[in-house]
Nanobody
Framework: QVQLVESGGGLVQAGGSLRLSCAAS????????IGWYRQAPGKQRELVAA???????NYTDSVKGRFTISRGNANHTVYLQMNSLKPEDTAVYYC???????????WGQGTQVTVSS
């Protein structure tokens, strides 16, 4: 089993920055990728950014050039650096793990990000 815990959300003004952390524990050696998702009120949960154990990253178009996903040295933590935040980035942010290439159901409690205009 894999457990993920998100942290680092908060309230920030438009144009500001936040860094989210996703700490993985349990059977982390089976993880092939970690992804950051977000869900705004009344909207579906969407994949924002992902990073594989090999270091390959991908981003949804709306955050390209503003968000950066990275891994800690021990590979147990994945970060999402969010710059130039916009009010439309307001959402609960979750991380999830992919096991042998398939996204699982390892949602944490999420962390709220609120961007004021």
């Amino acid at each position: 089993q894999v457990q993920l815990v998100e942290s680092g959300g908060g309230l920030v003004q438009a144009g500001g920055s936040l860094r989210l952390s996703c700490a993985a524990s349990g059977n982390i050696f089976i993880i092939s990728a970690i992804g950051w998702y977000r869900q705004a009120p009344g909207k579906q949960r969407e994949l924002v950014a992902a990073i594989t154990t090999g270091g390959t990253t991908n981003y949804t178009d709306s955050v390209k050039g503003r968000f950066t996903i990275s891994r800690g040295n021990a590979n147990h933590t994945v970060y999402l650096q969010m710059n130039s935040l916009k009010p439309e980035d307001t959402a609960v942010y979750y991380c999830n793990a992919a096991i042998v290439g398939y996204w699982g159901d390892y949602w944490g409690q999420g962390t709220q990000v609120t961007v004021s205009s």
